[in-house]
């Protein structure tokens, strides 16, 4: 349960659960369920609803914990913003964002391991990670009249 794997990420990081990390949790569980994706700030505005002094850097510093943890991803759009998505780190995938309306789209695509090796050759780099982008236009955004 992803609920259960944010508390331990909490704890492994030496953080406790006190009740804005619980809060903190609850939401990401809920917004799990929904698979919607969020901004920090958004997400900071809802919690101050039921807990007014909520500080923000301990909204981000939990998010920036769990995007590490990699039950969190943090998901690029072509504008330069980003949003993050609970996705519970289960299995590697991309996203594919609309360039119009920020739809977010898991895909289960990614290069082959050889790839990464000859780009590390022709790079000398030890490649220990990769995030790959695509952008694109949704259906919706397609057909709807400009």
Not at 52 to 58: E, Q
Request: net charge negative.
């Amino acid at each position: 349960m992803i609920a259960d794997k944010i508390y331990a990420a909490f704890e492994e990081a030496s953080q406790r659960n006190t009740r804005p990390r619980k809060l903190i949790a609850e939401r990401l569980v809920e917004l799990a369920q929904s698979g919607a994706d969020f901004t920090i700030d958004d997400l900071w505005q809802e919690l101050r609803e039921g807990e007014p002094h909520l500080g923000r850097a301990t909204v981000y510093r939990s998010v920036e914990m769990l995007v590490n943890a990699r039950l969190l991803d943090r998901i690029e759009f072509a504008d330069g913003s980003h949003h993050y998505r609970v996705c519970g780190g289960n299995h590697h995938h991309h996203h594919l964002t609309c360039i119009r309306c920020h739809r977010v789209v898991e895909v289960d695509v990614c290069l082959p391991v050889d790839q990464f090796a000859a780009i590390g050759n022709q790079t000398n780099f030890d490649i220990e990670g990769h995030s790959l982008t695509l952008f694109g236009r949704c259906e919706d955004c397609r057909t709807a009249k400009m």
